[in-house]
Every structure is written in C-alpha cells, then in structure tokens.
C-alpha cells in the first residue's frame, strides 16, 4: 500500500515536471493585443515573456488576405507603427501577431489576432486643441481654434485633422461666466466661432474640443483644451443676475412688508384718532 501510494506521489510529480518543462519551452505567444491611435498615428502594441522568439505583424482589410509588414517583421520589439499601411483610413482592419525563432522559418508557432477590427478614421483619438480667444463687440467672442496635424502625409504635405475629417469635424465650445457653475456648449462647424450674447463687462472662461458627431459616442469627442478667460468689453450691469423665480420671490416679500406697514400705518393713525377724540371730550366744558 506504501509503495502503491509512492508511486502515485511520484507519477504526479512526473507529470507536473513534464507540464511545466512544456511550457517553458514552449513559444511564448503575444498577449493583450491592443490599438494605440492618437491623430490617425495607430500603433499596434502587446506584451509578451522575455525570450529569445522574435514577433511578425501582418494585417488585413475587411475579408481580405493577410498583407505583411516589413518593418515589422521578426522584430524584438513589442510594438509596430501601422499608420502609413492603415490606408484607406475609413476601413475595418485586423492584425496578427506570430511568434517566430531567429533562424527559422519551417515550423508552425502561435499567433494572436486582434480581439476586434479596427477603424483609423472612426475611433483615432483626437489630442487637445489650441486656441485663442478676441472680443469682437460687447456682447461677441471670437474663438480662433488650431487645427492639430495629423500623423498623415499626402506627397510631402502633412494633414490637419480637418484635411483628414474635412466636414465631418465641429468643435464643441464650452463656456461658462467666471464665478459661475452653468456652462453653455457651443457647436462650431468651422475653426473660427463667434459666441454672442455674452454680458458686456463680464469675464468668460472658455474650452474647446473636437468634435465628430458621425461616430459613435464613445469617440465623439476629442480631449479637452486647456482652459482660457478674457472679458468682454463695456461696463458691467450692476443690477446683479438674478433668476425669474428669485425675482418674483424678491416681489412678493417686498409687497407683503408694504402691505403690513400701510396696515400697521393705519391701525396707528385709527388709534390715534381715537385718543384725540377722547381727550377732546374729556377737556370740553359742562
């Protein structure tokens, strides 16, 4: 029963010795396979175990036959820049990783695919913008936005967002009084906005973000500027701002406290009128 028992210790010693010596020799396959793209500039990154296996990228378009890439083939790296190779942009495109030896090119090893396709002109990040702001009149700003290049070049021309996006690109403009918790959105078709109906005399903080309502909502909206201020110009109303209801609220107390005082005033003068006739009839002669 003894040996028996030992036996079995040592076949599952054998067996977790055989398992692991496997997996250690065994090539190491591209885990978390993701897409990196800022400004249409996409980057296909993954982890893998250190080793001595190199990785190859291939990717294809739609339905389409896988398509290498040269200068990402048996590389160490743990990345590959597929912007120039992403083209057109508006497409859904897949990736593949293969893990392959230095001096071979015979044997079958692991791959890993991208979990989903992916589309450059529908789901690149948009950095934040640059913009400046001027004070056309009393009641106008004028927001002159920088368009940011993109990573795409046409001949030796590098694009704007806007020469890749053309009229599919707006710019949500955010906007709220200094001091003041309600913000006001402002939608621009075009890089140069004119927010009007602004206080004269009032100081504005601003900010800016693209904005591409053709796609989904997750990857709408670009990220957000930093945040500008300048004052309109003119004199500041010194009524201060108030809300309708407050306003109706302000009159109705006002007329009570008038109602109480005519009605005090003439309760007073009732009574007083009263003690004069008295005292009149207590003075008169018999």
């Known amino acids: ?11 599952v010693c054998l067996s977790v010795w055989i398992i692991t010596t496997a997996d250690e020799g065994a090539a190491p396959k591209a885990e978390n396979v993701r897409w990196v793209s800022l400004d249409f500039k996409t980057i296909l990154t ?14 294809s378009e739609g ?17 590959c820049d597929l912007t120039n190779l992403l083209h057109p942009l508006d497409r859904n495109y897949t990736a593949d990783i293969i893990t392959e030896p230095l001096d071979s090119d015979d044997e079958e090893f692991p791959h890993t695919e991208t979990e989903r396709p992916f589309n450059p002109y529908k789901e690149s990040n ?3 913008v640059e913009f400046t702001l001027e004070p056309l009149n009393e009641s106008t700003m004028i927001v002159n936005i920088t368009d940011p290049l993109s990573s795409i070049h046409v001949g030796k021309k590098q694009l704007t967002i806007r020469g890749v996006l053309k009229n599919d690109l707006k710019y949500k403009i955010s906007y709220h009084k200094s001091g003041s918790t309600g913000k006001r959105d402002y939608i621009s078709n075009t890089s140069v906005a004119e927010v009007s109906k602004l206080d004269a005399g ?3 903080c601003f900010m800016v973000a693209a904005y591409i309502p053709s796609r989904t909502k997750a990857t709408q909206l670009g990220a957000r500027s930093v945040q500008q201020c300048h004052s309109t110009p ?7 701002e108030v809300s309708p209801g407050a306003l109706i609220g302000g009159i109705f107390i006002s ?8 009605v005090v005033t003439v309760l007073c ?5 009263k003690d004069l006739n008295i005292s009149q009839q207590s003075s008169a002669p018999i």
């Open 202 to 204: 009032e100081n504005y």
């Open 46 to 59: 993954w982890t893998v175990k250190p080793s001595v296996y190199t990785y190859s990228v291939r990717f």
């Open 255 to 262: 007329l009570t406290v008038l109602i109480i005082i005519i």
């Open 63 to 79: 339905n389409s036959d896988w398509r290498e890439t040269l200068d990402c083939t048996k590389v160490t790296d743990s990345e």
């Open 269 to 273: 003068c009732r009574q007083r009128n």
């Open 234 to 240: 003119g004199h500041k109303d010194i009524l201060p």
């Open 126 to 128: 948009i950095s934040a």
């Open 1 to 11: 029963m003894a040996s028996l028992k030992t036996l079995l210790n040592l076949g």
